[in-house]
């Protein structure tokens, strides 16, 4: 026979399993979700603004500057930059219903009338060091540090990287925090064999983040004389890992104060470094890697005054340099470059401050802009490089001379927020930008390859986002829109 006590002591049981189980997401104030993209969906986008995984696009609701930051920024506490999904139908989102009231005016709807959105980490992920990543179950994201020093001075200017599961089960887990300002901190990420590594230059400290197959987190700190490192990009879990990529390059001072500057490489899947080149008098800047070759500047000091050139090395063949510019990197030639996609390897794109210039090693220069398009890159990807030009975002084929840049890859009708590159964020035939409406900015999206419903013209442009009170246009104090606003940008 069971007694009244042994059912409350069964029930207090029960209890106690459910909140084990589901504690984490009880204190955040988020359940869990239950539809979800599989482990193994193909994610398209890391590294940006929005992050695709199966049919759900991870995105950063909209845009705050760091300084605006302050103290609040604690789980739970942000709306309006925080991580955000929304599931797509077709390749598109989906609109509700639009509800009215019984005057006929259309009610409030937060969601601007879209389908499956939901808050994902209820803290600040848009601002100007925005970087999301998804791998396996985990979505990794850059947020400002919200803790105060001895002196009560919030250290927003420092990152934290955390990861957080997208059914937003298990809670917020901290993986580093940044030594110096935002400014001086850079970071990538990509897997190898099944393990991911978040490589982090922090000012001058190189450390290498790895987490296994199990999710054992492991943190090596490198070197903290690092002066620049190869920071690899990946942005879909189908692309192909290059073998030079196995390693990290950088560059650290010489011993003993001398001139010049040592090149070494420190393999992930060993965790050992090794010195690439160590000669006396020469001086090498790491720019980074691209289609299995490592590109540097390289100074000399064979005569007094020399300049640096770019040379590129391909892996595994490190005595032939292959010099790729034809002027020195310094205000007379070279006066800003990047690199081009991976296809088009041991070549550069550089600006003498006048015009824009595509170079291939042992092949003339060849004149691909009358202007310096390279101030405010934002991508560069197969043929195309994509950049702010006139407060909005344009593309060009670099490999080509003498083109003019297309039309915006923005809609007229939207104004995007132009002032840095991290707040576009280039994926395929789509473009996220963030608009600005009453008091803040929220996310949109234009896709080329979509047609607008109303126009039946390209490209199809989106809000997508969760506003707040004080950004809804036109609202009567019954929280209704005296009047059909569709759009406030």
Same mark, same amino acid.
Not at 102 to 127: R, Y
Not at 136 to 147: K, R
């Given at each position: 026979?069971?007694t009244?006590?042994?059912?409350?002591?069964?029930a207090?049981?029960a209890?106690?399993?459910?909140?084990?189980?589901?504690?984490?997401?009880?204190?955040?104030?988020?359940?869990?979700?239950?539809d979800?993209?599989d482990?193994?969906?193909?994610?398209?986008?890391?590294?940006?603004i929005?992050?695709?995984?199966?049919?759900?696009?991870?995105?950063?609701?909209?845009?705050?500057?760091?300084a605006?930051?302050?103290?609040?920024?604690?789980?739970?506490?942000?709306?309006?930059?925080?991580?955000?999904?929304?599931?797509?139908?077709?390749?598109?989102?989906? =609109?509700?219903?639009v509800?009215?009231?019984?005057?006929?005016?259309?009610?409030?709807?937060?969601?601007?009338?879209?389908?499956?959105?939901?808050?994902?980490?209820?803290?600040?992920?848009?601002?100007?060091?925005?970087?999301?990543?998804?791998f396996?179950?985990?979505?990794?994201? #850059?947020?400002?540090?919200?803790?105060k020093?001895?002196?009560?001075?919030?250290?927003?200017?420092?990152?934290?990287?955390?990861?957080?599961?997208?059914?937003?089960?298990?809670?917020?887990?901290?993986?580093?925090?940044?030594?110096?300002?935002?400014t001086?901190?850079?970071?990538?990420?990509?897997?190898?064999?099944?393990?991911?590594?978040?490589?982090?230059?922090?000012?001058? #400290?190189?450390?290498?983040?790895?987490?296994?197959? @199990?999710?054992?987190v492991?943190?090596?700190?490198?070197?903290?004389?690092?002066?620049?490192?190869?920071?690899?990009?990946?942005?879909?879990? #189908?692309?192909?890992?290059?073998?030079?990529d196995?390693?990290?390059?950088?560059? =650290?001072?010489?011993?003993?104060?001398?001139?010049?500057?040592?090149?070494?490489?420190?393999?992930? #899947?060993?965790? =050992?470094?090794?010195?690439?080149y160590? @000669?006396?008098? =020469?001086?090498?800047?790491?720019?980074?890697?691209?289609? +299995?070759?490592?590109?540097?500047t390289?100074a000399?000091?064979? +005569?007094?005054?020399?300049?640096?050139?770019?040379?590129?090395?391909?892996?595994?063949?490190?005595?032939?340099?292959?010099?790729?510019?034809?002027?020195?990197?310094?205000?007379?030639?070279?006066t800003a470059?990047?690199?081009?996609?991976?296809?088009?390897?041991?070549?550069?794109?550089?600006?003498?401050?006048?015009?824009?210039?595509y170079?291939?090693?042992?092949?003339?220069?060849?004149?691909?802009?009358?202007?310096?398009i390279?101030?405010?890159?934002?991508?560069?990807?197969g043929?195309t490089?994509?950049?702010?030009?006139?407060?909005?975002?344009?593309?060009l084929?670099?490999?080509?001379?003498?083109?003019?840049?297309?039309?915006?890859?923005?809609?007229?009708?939207?104004?995007?927020?132009?002032?840095?590159?991290k707040?576009?964020?280039?994926?395929?035939?789509r473009?996220?930008?963030?608009?600005?409406?009453?008091? @803040?900015?929220?996310?949109?999206?234009?896709?080329?390859?979509?047609?607008?419903?109303?126009? @039946?013209?390209?490209?199809?442009?989106?809000?997508?986002?969760?506003?707040?009170?004080?950004?809804?246009?036109?609202?009567?104090e019954?929280?209704?829109?005296?009047?059909?606003?569709?759009?406030?940008?």
């Open positions: 026979m069971t009244s006590k042994s059912i409350k002591t069964i207090l049981c209890l106690m399993l459910l909140v084990v189980m589901f504690g984490f997401a009880a204190c955040g104030g988020l359940s869990r979700l239950t979800n993209p482990t193994n969906d193909v994610v398209t986008g890391n590294g940006g929005a992050v695709q995984k199966g049919d759900y696009l991870y995105f950063t609701n909209g845009y705050i500057n760091t605006d930051v302050g103290d609040t920024n604690e789980y739970g506490n942000i709306d309006v930059s925080a991580i955000y999904r929304v599931k797509f139908t077709d390749g598109r989102v989906v =609109e509700k219903n509800e009215y009231n019984d005057e006929g005016v259309k009610k409030v709807d937060k969601t601007q009338a879209l389908n499956d959105i939901e808050i994902i980490v209820p803290k600040v992920a848009g601002f100007e060091y925005s970087d999301l990543y998804i396996g179950d985990y979505i990794y994201y #850059t947020t400002p540090n919200h803790l020093d001895r002196e009560q001075t919030v250290l927003s200017n420092q990152l934290n990287f955390y990861r957080t599961r997208l059914d937003r089960s298990g809670g917020n887990e901290l993986l580093y925090t940044s030594l110096a300002d935002n001086s901190v850079s970071m990538t990420m990509y897997a190898i064999d099944g393990v991911v590594y978040q490589v982090i230059l922090d000012d001058q #400290t190189l450390t290498i983040i790895s987490i296994d197959e @199990n999710n054992r492991t943190k090596t700190e490198v070197s903290d004389t690092v002066n620049d490192a190869s920071m690899p990009k990946y942005a879909n879990s #189908t692309d192909t890992i290059n073998a030079i196995y390693k990290i390059y950088y560059t =650290e001072p010489m011993e003993n104060d001398g001139v010049g500057s040592v090149l070494k490489a420190f393999d992930l #899947t060993t965790g =050992e470094s090794t010195t690439i160590n @000669n006396y008098g =020469e001086t090498y800047v790491v720019i980074g890697t691209r289609g +299995n070759y490592l590109y540097f390289l000399t000091q064979d +005569n007094p005054g020399s300049s640096a050139y770019i040379w590129a090395v391909e892996n595994g063949n490190f005595n032939n340099k292959v010099q790729i510019s034809d002027r020195p990197v310094s205000d007379s030639g070279i470059y990047t690199l081009p996609s991976q296809e088009n390897k041991l070549s550069i794109l550089y600006t003498d401050g006048t015009n824009t210039y170079k291939r090693a042992g092949a003339d220069a060849i004149v691909v802009a009358n202007s310096d390279l101030t405010n890159v934002v991508a560069v990807q043929d490089i994509y950049y702010i030009a006139n407060s909005t975002l344009n593309s084929v670099y490999t080509s001379a003498g083109n003019t840049a297309k039309s915006s890859l923005i809609p007229t009708s939207d104004t995007p927020k132009s002032d840095i590159a707040n576009f964020d280039v994926d395929g035939s473009v996220f930008y963030f608009v600005q409406y009453t008091e @803040n900015y929220y996310m949109h999206y234009a896709d080329s390859k979509v047609t607008d419903l109303d126009t @039946n013209e390209a490209p199809y442009s989106h809000f997508i986002g969760s506003l707040i009170e004080a950004d809804y246009l036109n609202v009567d019954d929280g209704n829109l005296v009047e059909d606003t569709e759009s406030t940008s």
